[in-house]
């Protein structure tokens, strides 16, 4: 028998005799390899005089063939035993509960799901959300809505300024989202019909007051709206919000520069010890101010004032959440305690919706 047709004999007994992937690429490599068996064999056709290279050369071309498609055969056929194997040993039981996902584990923060609640209220009225931004101009902050420097309202705010620029100017973190108010009127025509929720920042800290809060602005100008428009919206708001049948509400005079007339609003409650009850009892609640726009204000967004009108209002998104949530503390808000958040936090995929349910 000549050289190669023992060393197919050989090749072929060694790959019937892989018992898995390993041995047989082991076997591969000894065949075909670089320095393979059949490799070296091929290497010597170069030796040979023609005639018998004419012989060799096909014969062992043929051996390579027959070898390679061998070894994919039982390449084949151990990979569908391994699958075999694996499928008899593996089990999977999909009844059994998943393990809980971030989805689950994860808490929305009640300031973040108060604000997902009034936005729902609002939309559904019709109002868009608008945002401004938390660095502000003195324009936006104070002088557009006819806080003039020197009036006593600026220092009233306890305003964060930034060092001076060049020209003088000094940026502000806003101390209120009324500015929003403004930037609204300014980019575009009225009517405008928008809500304003987000961060403002007063240099104040202490048990009701941190140096960041959250505010929510409304903001309604169209030709004919009037005050029963704002004592309808506020009062449907605050319906909505803490779920109630019906609320009192009480409208006191107040004073903002950039409204007239100005008022604050109570809703009716009664408290019980520690625990505040909306929708009943003897007492008052403050928890907004609001009024009609000032024409000055107006005049300065390029609004004639005997055309347009319109309510806006403003309230502290922190201390929403407290009352409806009965949260004591409102520095608990800001201490990023996983403990806290596991408490009062809501679950991600519950999302507000007037249909569904503003809190569960
Ligand atoms: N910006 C006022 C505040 O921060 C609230 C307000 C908004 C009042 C809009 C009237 C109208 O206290």
């Given at each position: 028998m000549s050289d190669h047709e023992q060393l197919a004999r050989d090749l072929h007994e060694e790959i019937k005799a892989a018992g898995d992937e390993a041995t047989l690429e082991a076997v591969r490599v000894s065949a075909l390899g670089k320095k393979g068996r059949i490799?070296?064999?091929?290497?010597?056709?170069?030796?040979?005089?023609?005639?018998?290279?004419?012989?060799?050369?096909?014969?062992?071309?043929?051996?390579?063939?027959?070898?390679?498609?061998?070894?994919?055969?039982?390449?084949?056929?151990?990979?569908?035993?391994?699958?075999?194997?694996?499928?008899?040993?593996?089990?999977?039981?999909?009844?059994?509960p998943l393990p809980p996902s971030a989805q689950q584990m994860g808490r929305i923060h009640p300031v973040s799901q108060v604000m997902d609640e009034i936005a729902a209220i609002f939309g559904d009225m019709g109002l868009s959300i608008a945002e401004g931004p938390d660095i502000e101009d003195d324009f936006h902050n104070f002088t557009a809505l006819n806080i003039p420097a020197e009036h006593p309202a600026r220092q009233m705010h306890d305003t964060f300024y930034f060092n001076e620029r060049e020209d003088g100017s000094r940026l502000v973190l806003r101390t209120h989202t009324s500015p929003v108010q403004i930037r609204t009127m300014m980019s575009g025509p009225p009517p405008h019909r928008i809500v304003a929720p987000g961060r403002t920042y007063r240099c104040d800290s202490d048990q009701t007051h941190t140096p960041m809060f959250h505010q929510i602005e409304g903001l309604v100008i169209d030709k004919e709206t009037h005050i029963g428009h704002l004592k309808w919206v506020l009062e449907e708001f605050c319906k909505a919000f803490f779920e109630v049948d019906s609320v009192k509400m009480r409208f006191r005079p107040s004073h903002f520069p950039f409204t007239e007339p100005s008022f604050e609003m109570d809703i009716g409650c009664a408290r019980l010890g520690n625990e505040i009850r909306i929708g009943e009892g003897e007492d008052w609640l403050e928890i907004l101010g609001c009024g009609m726009v000032h024409p000055s204000v107006l005049r300065n967004v390029d609004i004639d004032p005997d055309v347009y009108q319109g309510f806006a209002f403003g309230m502290g998104i922190d201390r929403l959440a407290m009352l409806k949530y009965g949260i004591p503390d409102l520095r608990a808000f800001f201490e990023a305690d996983l403990r806290w958040l596991r408490h009062y936090g809501f679950v991600p995929l519950d999302i507000p919706t007037l249909h569904g349910g503003l809190s569960r």
């Open positions: 490799s070296q064999l091929m290497k010597s056709l170069g030796s040979m005089d023609p005639e018998q290279r004419k012989i060799m050369g096909p014969a062992l071309n043929g051996l390579k063939n027959d070898i390679q498609a061998a070894i994919s055969e039982r390449q084949k056929a151990l990979y569908a035993a391994a699958l075999d194997a694996r499928l008899q040993t593996e089990k999977l039981d999909v009844t059994l």
